[in-house]
């Protein structure tokens, strides 16, 4: 439809965080039910608290930079890392839905596996796409004054 609002540039990015940390969140009621990791009660929570923990500290932070001028703005605009972040989380949480009731058979099992494995690899670009928003911000917060 082409339609396009403040609000709606707003709420879109707000919408997919709330979607990925319910889905989180609903992941952590109950152990890995397929694949190798079958079992596993620690995985998805620790996961959980790294990613919903960077996306609060990012909403603060690009918060408090764009008080701090157009140079702070630019150095927590979305790039790469956020991008690649946000799409193995999308496939790891896809496909460990798929499986959280369990099953058997080489396909769950796979699909368990790249899940698990992906939740990994978006916990690991999430903490280091915050260290490289922080190191960017980081001159702006030594010099800011209180």
Do not use: H
């Not at 001028?69 to 496909?95: C, D, F, H, I, Y």
């Not at 990994?120 to 209180?146: D, E």
């Amino acid at each position: 439809m082409n339609s396009f609002s403040a609000f709606g540039a707003f709420l879109d990015p707000v919408a997919d965080k709330l979607m990925v940390a319910a889905v989180l969140v609903l992941l952590c009621t109950r152990p890995l039910a397929a694949g190798p990791l079958a079992g596993n009660d620690w995985l998805v929570p620790v996961c959980t608290l790294a990613i919903i923990g960077r996306e609060i500290t990012m909403s603060a932070l690009r918060e408090w930079a764009a008080t701090a001028g157009p140079e702070a703005r630019q150095a927590v605009a979305v790039n790469a890392w956020g991008k690649w972040k946000t799409a193995s989380q999308m496939v790891s949480l896809t496909l460990l839905l798929l499986v959280k009731d369990g099953g058997t058979g080489a396909a769950v099992d796979a699909a368990a596996a790249a899940g698990a494995g992906l939740l990994l690899v978006a916990s690991w670009l999430t903490v280091q796409s915050l260290a490289i928003y922080v190191k960017g911000l980081w001159r702006f917060m030594a010099t800011a004054k209180p």
